[in-house]
C-alpha cells in the first residue's frame, strides 16, 4: 500500500494539473464565443454572395465557361488544402480529420496545410507538402484570400485538375463533422447553392439574420459592362469568401473542441484527487489503528 507522503504528492500533482487545464478551458472558452460569432456572422454574406451568382449564371452563356468552372489538365492531380490546428488538446479534431483525408483523397495528391499539427503527420507519412501557412486569432479576411490566390494561381496554370479544401464542419459545440469539399473547379450544378455548413451550428440569431435576407430578383438592375464581365469578377470572390468560410468553421470547431477538451480533464482531475483523498484518509486511519494496536498490545504486556 502506497504510504502517506506518496499520496499527498500524487494529490497535490493532480491538483496543480487541474488549476492548469481549468485556465486553459477558460481561455478555449473566450476564443470559441469569438470564433462561434465570427463563423455564424460571416453565414447570411454567403448566402447573399451565393444569391447573386446563381442569378448572374442564369444571364451568362455557359457554352463558352469561365476558367474556374473547367478543368486545366494537371493529369487528374489533386491539391488538397488541409485547415487544422496550430495547437494540440483539442481531442480527436485532428485525428478525425487526418482518417477523413486518407479515406477521400488519393495517394499520389498534393498538399497545402494551413496549420501545423497536420503538416507533421502529413511529413511522417511520406506525403508532398507543396506550402504551409498559419493564421493567427482573430482570422482576417485578406490572410485567407492570400491562401486561396494561391491555390487558384496553381490551378490556372494546370498544375492540378481538382483543388479539394478539408476543414472541420462546426455544428454546434460539442459536435464537429471534418468534411472535404471541392473548391476548383467550380460545379455549374452547385454553382451558387448553399453550402453544407451554411446550415450547421443554427440558433435563433442565424434563423433571424438568415430570414432577413430577401430572394434576389433582375427587376430594376442593369449590369455594366455586361452580366458575363460581372460573373467575371464575381467568381474569385465567390472561391476566396467560401474559401474564408471554410476557415472561419474549423476555427470554431478548433477552439470549441479545446473547450470540451479542456473541461473533460478538468473534471477527470478533479474526481481522481476525491479518489486519492478518500484512499489518503483510508491509509491514514489504517495507520492510527495500528499505532493503537501496538499502543495497547504493549501495555498489555507490561501488565
Given at each position: 500500500m502506497a504510504n502517506l507522503r506518496d499520496i499527498r504528492r500524487r494529490i497535490k500533482s493532480v491538483k496543480n494539473t487541474s488549476q492548469i487545464t481549468r485556465a486553459m478551458q477558460l481561455v478555449a472558452a473566450s476564443k470559441m464565443k469569438r470564433a462561434q460569432d465570427q463563423a455564424l456572422h460571416g453565414r447570411p454574406f454567403a448566402i447573399t454572395l451565393n444569391r447573386?451568382?446563381?442569378r448572374l449564371k442564369e444571364r451568362v452563356d455557359m457554352d463558352d465557361p469561365h476558367p474556374l468552372l473547367a478543368e486545366h489538365g494537371?493529369?487528374?492531380?489533386?491539391l488538397v488544402v488541409v485547415v487544422n490546428s496550430d495547437k494540440g488538446l483539442c481531442g480527436g479534431?485532428?485525428?478525425n480529420m487526418l482518417?477523413?483525408?486518407l479515406a477521400d483523397v488519393g495517394e499520389d495528391a498534393d498538399y497545402v496545410t494551413v496549420g501545423k499539427k497536420l503538416a507533421k503527420s502529413l511529413a511522417r507519412l511520406k506525403k508532398n507538402l507543396v506550402a504551409e501557412f498559419s493564421i493567427p486569432d482573430p482570422i482576417g479576411f485578406g490572410e485567407c484570400k492570400v491562401i486561396s490566390h494561391f491555390i487558384t494561381e496553381k490551378f490556372l496554370a494546370g498544375e492540378y485538375s481538382r483543388v479539394k479544401v478539408a476543414f472541420t464542419n462546426f455544428v454546434n459545440t460539442l459536435r464537429q463533422v471534418p468534411t472535404v469539399e471541392t473548391?476548383?473547379?467550380?460545379?455549374?450544378?452547385?454553382?451558387g447553392d448553399k453550402e453544407d455548413f451554411a446550415g450547421m451550428g443554427q440558433d435563433k440569431k442565424w434563423e433571424a439574420a438568415e430570414a432577413e435576407v430577401k430572394p434576389l430578383s433582375d427587376a430594376g438592375y442593369i449590369y455594366e459592362p455586361t452580366p458575363g464581365e460581372v460573373f467575371s469578377h464575381a467568381l474569385p470572390m465567390y472561391i476566396n469568401y467560401q474559401f474564408y468560410q471554410m476557415v472561419l468553421e474549423a476555427r470554431a470547431s478548433e477552439h470549441s473542441a479545446r473547450m470540451v477538451a479542456m473541461k473533460s480533464a478538468?473534471?477527470?482531475a478533479n474526481q481522481l484527487a476525491k479518489d486519492l483523498t478518500l484512499e489518503y484518509n483510508k491509509v491514514r486511519q489504517a495507520a492510527i489503528t495500528n499505532e493503537l494496536l501496538e499502543i495497547t498490545t504493549a501495555m498489555k504486556a507490561l501488565e
Amino acid at each position: 500500500m502506497a504510504n502517506l507522503r506518496d499520496i499527498r504528492r500524487r494529490i497535490k500533482s493532480v491538483k496543480n494539473t487541474s488549476q492548469i487545464t481549468r485556465a486553459m478551458q477558460l481561455v478555449a472558452a473566450s476564443k470559441m464565443k469569438r470564433a462561434q460569432d465570427q463563423a455564424l456572422h460571416g453565414r447570411p454574406f454567403a448566402i447573399t454572395l451565393n444569391r447573386v451568382i446563381n442569378r448572374l449564371k442564369e444571364r451568362v452563356d455557359m457554352d463558352d465557361p469561365h476558367p474556374l468552372l473547367a478543368e486545366h489538365g494537371g493529369g487528374g492531380k489533386e491539391l488538397v488544402v488541409v485547415v487544422n490546428s496550430d495547437k494540440g488538446l483539442c481531442g480527436g479534431l485532428n485525428t478525425n480529420m487526418l482518417k477523413a483525408l486518407l479515406a477521400d483523397v488519393g495517394e499520389d495528391a498534393d498538399y497545402v496545410t494551413v496549420g501545423k499539427k497536420l503538416a507533421k503527420s502529413l511529413a511522417r507519412l511520406k506525403k508532398n507538402l507543396v506550402a504551409e501557412f498559419s493564421i493567427p486569432d482573430p482570422i482576417g479576411f485578406g490572410e485567407c484570400k492570400v491562401i486561396s490566390h494561391f491555390i487558384t494561381e496553381k490551378f490556372l496554370a494546370g498544375e492540378y485538375s481538382r483543388v479539394k479544401v478539408a476543414f472541420t464542419n462546426f455544428v454546434n459545440t460539442l459536435r464537429q463533422v471534418p468534411t472535404v469539399e471541392t473548391l476548383l473547379p467550380i460545379s455549374v450544378v452547385a454553382l451558387g447553392d448553399k453550402e453544407d455548413f451554411a446550415g450547421m451550428g443554427q440558433d435563433k440569431k442565424w434563423e433571424a439574420a438568415e430570414a432577413e435576407v430577401k430572394p434576389l430578383s433582375d427587376a430594376g438592375y442593369i449590369y455594366e459592362p455586361t452580366p458575363g464581365e460581372v460573373f467575371s469578377h464575381a467568381l474569385p470572390m465567390y472561391i476566396n469568401y467560401q474559401f474564408y468560410q471554410m476557415v472561419l468553421e474549423a476555427r470554431a470547431s478548433e477552439h470549441s473542441a479545446r473547450m470540451v477538451a479542456m473541461k473533460s480533464a478538468t473534471d477527470n482531475a478533479n474526481q481522481l484527487a476525491k479518489d486519492l483523498t478518500l484512499e489518503y484518509n483510508k491509509v491514514r486511519q489504517a495507520a492510527i489503528t495500528n499505532e493503537l494496536l501496538e499502543i495497547t498490545t504493549a501495555m498489555k504486556a507490561l501488565e
